[in-house]
């Protein structure tokens, strides 16, 4: 059974990334004693980012988990408290929101949820032993810079497989579009930009079956496999991009919030951040599928704080 708090909160943020995070701060600064209740991943996955190159204000690019440690040390100077726990459940019906963990119930008069989205992965091996910073991405914005003039492979056929292929040849040598079937998912003038460039080959009917490692632990090759024929290949390469889809971490609100058929939540007409309850704010990358960058993730946070603090004062 789990505990409950006795405090109830003024304001209760869900996710710890940039949109959490700026949340934090712009609520602490209004005095609001913010709590942010970190999931499973704190720091979000900009955590998992070697350098960050494309967030204002680091002309020589910034690391990571060091962006993400200073946002959180300027939340916690403006009063924001943190706890390491993951929301199951919620009970947004009354005037106090009602949230519960496995071991404890958490209460609030507003709510932000900035619970990010996971990159949906292959499921391989290698993958996860060289993601972040050692070969293995699912972001050719945040990274492709740092495959300047090597060979990658961009894993997927929908337009995010596409757009991201295109991106790359912006600095790669070559790049390898890998997809299952021998037709992209892509829209067609999508599919037809990247069939037709110079710099990607196409990898048709094939699916990888691991990601190798050189001595030092980063990317050397893929292998793969052939769905027609079962034969089996390896490609040199030094990156490997997944762009299969991301996973919105919205579970814990099906039936309570108004989510998109894919699990996005969707905004009230007319903003952002605003959902179907009053008082309940969403940012970052479990409401954008669109952007995901950590730049518009933190203009959201801040969106869904201002627009808290406004509906606390009326209240």
Request: glycine share 10%.
């Amino acid at each position: 059974m789990s505990e409950t708090e006795s405090i109830i909160h003024d304001v209760i943020i869900l996710g710890s990334g940039c949109a959490g995070l700026t949340a934090a701060i712009y609520t602490g600064r209004a005095n609001l004693k913010p709590l942010v209740i970190e999931g499973t991943q704190p720091g979000g996955q900009l955590t998992t980012t070697s350098e960050v190159e494309n967030f204002p204000g680091f002309p020589d690019g910034v690391d990571g988990f060091m962006l993400m440690d200073g946002l959180r040390k300027q939340a916690t100077r403006f009063e924001t408290t943190f706890a390491s726990d993951l929301i199951e459940s919620v009970d947004l019906s009354g005037s106090v929101k009602v949230l519960k963990s496995s071991t404890k119930t958490y209460q609030t008069k507003s709510l932000i949820v900035a619970t990010g989205a996971s990159p949906r992965l292959i499921g391989i091996p290698g993958e996860k032993e060289m993601f972040g910073g050692k070969g293995v991405t699912t972001c050719a914005t945040c990274d492709g810079a740092f495959y300047r003039d090597m060979d990658v492979a961009v894993i997927g056929g929908g337009d995010s497989a596409c757009e991201e292929a295109l991106f790359l040849t912006r600095f790669c040598s070559k790049v390898y579009l890998v997809h299952r079937r021998d037709e992209l998912r892509a829209s067609k003038i999508m599919a037809d930009r990247a069939v037709n460039h110079e710099k990607i080959e196409m990898v048709w009917n094939t699916v990888p079956t691991s990601i190798e490692g050189d001595e030092t632990g980063n990317v050397k090759s893929i292998k793969t496999r052939n769905t027609q024929d079962n034969s089996e290949g390896e490609i040199p390469l030094k990156g490997v991009f997944i762009a299969i889809g991301h996973v919105p971490n919205s579970k814990a609100f099906e039936g309570s919030l108004n989510l998109d058929d894919q699990g996005y939540f969707i905004p009230e007409s007319g903003s952002q951040v605003r959902t179907n309850i009053p008082g309940v704010y969403v940012a970052g990358d479990c409401a954008d599928h669109f952007y995901r960058q950590a730049i518009t993730a933190a203009g959201m946070g801040c969106q869904a704080a201002i627009e808290a603090e406004r509906w606390l004062a009326e209240q």
